[in-house]
C-alpha cells in the first residue's frame, strides 16, 4: 500500500501514517480518545453502569479505562479476535433445577462492553457498513453503546446480570459475531436489507425444548448461564440425545430476539425487545419495522417456505400499532404475521393440514386449518376468502396430496 493511498484512507480521521508495521505497511496513529472526544452524539452515549448504580460516561474515564478501550479497538482494526470468552465466566453456578442466569463480575462485564464498544467503533470510524451512528437518533445510539443495553448491575445478585428484557442469551467476542455475518453475507448495504438477510438466515435456528432449569439448559448449551451466542451460531449437541447431532438451538422467542439485538449491534443497528402477552418481539428501531413473534422466522408454517422473502416476515409501524397497540388482543397478534402470509401464500405445512383434515372428515369449524387461524378469523370469514377452494386448488396442481413434502 502506497504512502499516499494510506494518507487517503486514513483521511477523514485527521491523522498522519507513519512507523512501520507488521509486512512493511505503514501504520496510522490514531487518537481514538481525540476521536471520540470530537463526536459528542458518541460520548455521551458511551455510558458504563457501576455497581453503586451510578452511571460512569466516557469523559470521566481513568486514563486506564481509555487505554483499555483503545487496546480493544486497534485488535478489532487489525482484524483480530478481541480475545473476551465465547461464554462469560459466571460469579455464581446455577444447579440442578434452579433458573439460569448469567451473573458475571465487574471486571468481566467491563471487558465485555469494552469489546462490544471497540467493535462498534471500528465499524463507524473505519466505514466498514454504509451508515453511521450520527445518523441514528440518541435513544437509538444507546441501545449500541450504554452498558445497561447488554447487561444490568444488580444488587441482588452483587453481579451484572442481563435480565430477560435484554433477550435471553449470553455475550461473546463480538468480532468473531461480526466475521459471522461478513462470512455468511449477511451486511447488506442498508439496515433493511441486513435485518432481513439476518431475518432469512435465522430460518435455520430450532426451538429449545424443556424449561430454564439448570441441567436443562447445560444439557442443550453445555453452559449454565443464558446461552452463549456464539454456540447459538455454530450450533451445539444435545448431550442426552447425541443422535440428534449438533442443532442451532435458541431460547425462544426471548433467546432470538436477544440473538438478534446482539449480532446487529455489532453492526450498529439498534434493536429494542418488546413485550407483548409474555412473548418477545424485536422493534428495529431505525427501520420502523417489527416481527410479531421473535419465534417468526423459524416458525414451522414459514421457515421452510423460501419463496416467501423473509422482508415479509417485518410489520411496519401502523400495523404495530393496529395489532399491538392499546385496546388490541396482543395475545391472539403474537405470530400474526406468519398466519397473514401462509393465507397469501398457501404453504405445504398448511396444505399438509387440510390432508389430514379431508383424511379425518373434518369439517371446516373443526379442522386442523381453522384451529391455526381462529386467533384472527372465523370459520366464514375464512371461507368467505375461499380458503378451501385454494387449498384445493393449489394441491391438484401439486398433484395431489401425496405430492406435498
Request: overall charge positive; glycine content about 6%.
Amino acid at each position: 500500500m502506497s504512502y499516499d493511498h494510506q494518507r487517503r484512507r486514513f483521511s477523514n480521521w485527521n491523522v498522519e501514517p507513519v512507523g512501520e508495521a507488521e509486512g512493511g505497511y505503514l501504520e496510522p496513529l490514531f487518537n481514538l480518545e481525540g476521536w471520540i472526544n470530537n463526536r459528542v452524539y458518541i460520548r455521551k452515549c458511551i455510558n458504563f453502569e457501576l455497581p453503586n448504580g451510578r452511571i460512569h460516561n466516557y469523559r470521566n474515564w481513568s486514563s486506564s479505562e481509555k487505554q483499555q478501550l483503545s487496546n480493544y479497538y486497534k485488535k478489532v482494526l487489525k482484524n483480530r479476535n478481541t480475545e473476551v470468552s465465547e461464554s462469560p465466566q459466571l460469579t455464581s453456578v446455577p444447579i440442578g433445577n434452579d433458573r439460569i442466569t448469567t451473573n458475571m463480575s465487574r471486571s468481566t462485564a467491563w471487558n465485555y462492553y469494552l469489546a462490544f464498544i471497540a467493535q462498534s467503533l471500528v465499524v463507524d470510524a473505519d466505514k466498514r457498513v454504509n451508515w453511521t451512528l450520527e445518523s441514528l437518533k440518541t435513544e437509538e445510539r444507546k441501545l449500541i453503546l450504554d452498558s445497561r443495553n447488554l447487561f444490568r448491575w444488580s444488587s441482588r445478585a452483587n453481579a451484572y446480570t442481563i435480565p430477560s428484557s435484554l433477550g435471553v442469551v449470553s455475550p461473546g467476542d463480538p468480532y468473531k459475531i461480526y466475521l459471522f455475518l461478513q462470512s455468511n453475507n449477511l451486511i447488506g448495504s442498508t439496515h433493511m436489507k441486513t435485518v432481513t438477510r439476518l431475518i432469512d438466515w435465522c430460518r435455520g435456528l430450532i426451538h429449545f425444548s424443556g424449561g430454564w432449569d439448570s441441567d436443562n439448559i447445560h444439557d442443550q448449551w453445555q453452559y449454565r448461564g443464558l446461552p452463549p451466542i456464539e454456540r447459538v451460531i455454530n450450533g451445539t449437541p444435545i448431550i442426552s440425545r447425541p443422535d440428534q447431532g449438533i442443532m442451532k438451538l435458541t431460547g425462544g422467542c426471548w433467546g432470538a430476539t436477544g440473538f438478534l439485538r446482539m449480532c446487529l449491534r455489532t453492526l450498529n443497528i439498534p434493536v429494542k425487545l418488546e413485550i407483548k402477552a409474555g412473548h418477545a418481539l424485536p422493534n428495529f428501531v431505525s427501520i420502523q419495522r417489527y416481527l410479531t413473534h421473535g419465534d417468526d422466522p423459524y416458525n414451522r408454517i414459514f421457515k421452510d417456505e423460501h419463496n416467501i422473502s423473509a422482508s415479509r416476515l417485518l410489520i411496519n409501524q401502523s400495523t404495530w400499532n393496529n395489532w399491538f397497540g392499546s385496546g388490541s388482543n396482543h395475545d391472539n397478534n403474537v405470530g400474526r404475521q406468519v398466519r397473514e402470509l401462509a393465507l397469501e401464500f398457501l404453504p405445504n405445512y398448511i396444505l399438509k393440514k387440510h390432508c389430514e383434515d379431508k383424511a379425518a372428515n373434518r369439517s371446516h369449524s373443526s379442522s386442523s386449518v381453522f384451529d391455526i387461524f381462529k386467533r384472527n378469523y372465523t370459520v366464514s370469514q375464512l371461507e368467505a376468502m375461499n380458503l378451501w377452494k385454494q387449498m384445493e386448488t393449489k394441491i391438484n396442481s401439486l398433484g395431489g396430496c401425496n405430492n406435498i413434502q
